[in-house]
C-alpha cells in the first residue's frame, strides 16, 4: 500500500507541478523584481511534465529499496527462513520467488506512476511534443529493474539492510564514473536513465543498446548468483 501511494503521487506530482510552475514564478515575481530580474515569456507543456517525471521518479526507487531492503534479512533475523527449509522447501524457490515479487512490484508500480503522468499529460497538453517517449521510460524502467537485481543479490549476501543498500548504492557511484569517462560511457547502465537527450531528439535510441544488452545480462547474473550462493549460505 505504501508504494502504491508512492507511485500514485509521484504520477499525479509531475503535470501538478508543471501546472504550478507559471503561478510560483507570478507568486515569486516582486522578489526577482528587486534582484533585477525578470521572467516572461515561459512556455509549459508535456515536455515539463515529462522532465519533472525524470526528475522525480528516482525517488520512488529510493522508497522501493527501502521497503523491499529487509525481505531477506528479517527472514534471517526471525528464523522464519529456516523453518520452511527443514520443511523441504528449496532454497533457490525461496529466492526465485522473492525475486519474483520484487520484479513484478517495480514493473507494477512504475508503469503505473509512466500512465497516469501519460493521462494527465495528454489530458491538459500533447504528449507527442516529447521524442522517444516509450523508449526513454523503457530505459529509465531496465535501470531500475537492474537496481532491484543488486538489491535482490546483495540481500542474499548481507544480513544488515544498511550494507545491502550501501553496496547498491557503490554500484550506482560505480556506474556513475563509468558514465563520465568518454570510453566507458556507452558500456554504464547509468546511461539508461540519462533520458534528456533522448526527449529533445538530441540522441538516437541506437546509442542506448550497449547500456541495455549489459542491465540485462548483469540481471540474470545478479539472480542466478543469488541463487548459487542461497544454496551456499549458512542460515
Do not use: H
Not at 497516469?116 to 516509450?134: E, K
Not at 524502467?141 to 547498491?168: A, H, K, M, R
Amino acid at each position: 500500500m505504501v508504494l502504491i501511494i508512492v507511485f500514485v503521487f509521484i504520477g499525479i506530482l509531475n503535470p501538478a507541478t508543471a501546472k504550478m510552475i507559471p503561478w510560483m514564478f507570478e507568486v515569486m515575481a516582486d522578489s526577482f523584481k528587486e534582484l533585477g530580474m525578470t521572467v516572461s515569456g515561459m512556455k509549459i507543456d508535456a515536455m515539463t511534465s515529462w522532465t519533472q517525471f525524470f526528475k522525480n521518479i528516482p525517488m520512488a526507487l529510493i522508497a522501493f529499496l527501502l521497503i523491499f531492503s529487509n525481505s531477506f534479512t528479517k527472514e534471517y533475523q526471525s528464523g522464519t527462513l529456516v523453518l520452511v527449509l527443514t520443511k523441504g522447501l528449496p532454497r533457490n524457490v525461496v529466492v526465485l520467488a522473492k525475486s519474483l515479487f520484487m520484479l513484478i512490484s517495480w514493473t507494477v508500480g512504475y508503469w503505473m506512476c509512466f500512465s497516469i503522468t501519460y493521462a494527465y499529460n495528454a489530458y491538459f497538453w500533447d504528449n507527442s511534443i516529447a521524442n522517444n517517449l516509450f523508449f526513454s521510460a523503457a530505459t529509465w524502467y531496465l535501470f531500475g529493474l537492474l537496481t532491484v537485481c543488486l538489491l535482490i543479490l546483495f540481500s542474499v549476501l548481507q544480513n544488515n539492510s544498511g550494507e545491502i543498500l550501501l553496496e547498491v548504492g557503490v554500484c550506482v557511484i560505480v556506474g556513475y564514473v563509468l558514465k563520465l569517462i568518454p570510453v566507458t560511457k556507452k558500456f554504464s547502465v547509468l546511461t539508461l536513465a540519462d533520458t534528456a537527450a533522448l526527449l529533445a531528439g538530441t540522441a538516437k535510441p541506437d546509442s542506448y543498446i550497449m547500456a541495455i544488452v549489459i542491465s540485462l545480462v548483469l540481471d540474470c547474473i545478479c539472480i542466478g548468483t543469488g541463487v548459487v550462493c542461497m544454496n551456499k549460505k549458512q542460515l
